[in-house]
């Protein structure tokens, strides 16, 4: 049988290192310590079901290389693999921000990947393992992400135990285009706390630092609803009655309502079911999903600066689009 041309490109070139403008990121010393900027520690895995004994020989004498687009400044990382072959796992320092996954490449053989992950500021990200399926002599198969954190923060604390930080689960979106929130934050050293995507229903909540999600006093949340962008009064208004029926003393104003998005604030005092707070929200309609940003803060009462504030800031919010 003849050799496909993509096989014999991958036999032919180890790949180096050295392409064009790319920054090469190559997994952190064991006593790796967070500096003064505000890089954070991205943890992975790349995995590949190989078919074919002979490519699977030659793979083995290859490092995974992952090219990685940051979504503002447009600069491009390309994460090296730690081992050589077919299951490899990757630590690395990048900054904060989105990035887009363009290109996994082993030898000259490109894999057509569509990807994206959010890096927040000084902390351990964990972004999934992704696993490449029937790589045959026809063709590369298929791709996807799994959650496989206690096996790939297991290998990274026996070997990184200084990085002591609790890792933050935020699994990469693949093969899809995404809509997204895009907020301005005020300066403070805002951090991702929880994060989830399953089915496409994604959520961020950022917290300051010492505080978690359990226990927090300020807090930022961005949603999305995958197909549920014609809902918006209907969301709206099922949020209003679910926080009047634990709370029926409860404030609710609703600030601006547009025919793509309405903002609206809600105070609760001295409600057995709802902790004292203060919470402005912005709903969003996008091509695909219900976008939702929200502000809250247990910090009553609220001054009027702070008020004024957040609420400027949430009405401001909108949706971007990250191909």
Known sequence: MATAPWIRQMILVVPLVAAGCATPVRTIPPNHAFGPGEESVVVGRVTFDVRVKPLAFFAGLMKTLL???HEKTGKE????????????????SLPPGGYRLVKVEMGNLQLPVDGRFEVGRRQVHYVGTLKFRGLTLLGPGEWQVEDEVDKTMGAFRRSHPEVAQPP???????????ERVAMGFD?????VGFSSDRGGQVIFEFVLP?????????MVTFQSFPGAQARLEETMLGMRESILRDCPTALWNVI???????????????????AN??????LMRGETALHRAAYATKRLPVGDDVRAEWRERIDKASVSTAR
């Open 210 to 218: 010492g505080e978690t999600v359990k226990a927090w006093t300020e």
């Open 77 to 92: 990382y390309i994460i090296v693999c730690d081992q050589r072959g077919l299951d490899s796992d990757f630590y690395v």
């Open 256 to 274: 601006r309502r547009e025919p793509t998005a309405i903002t609206y604030e809600w105070q609760a005092a001295d409600c057995p079911k709802v």
């Open 67 to 69: 090219t990685v687009k």
């Open 187 to 191: 300066g403070r050293d805002w951090r």
């Open 277 to 282: 707070q203060w919470e402005v929200s912005k």
């Open 168 to 178: 933050i689960t935020a699994l990469m979106q693949a093969g899809r285009t995404t």
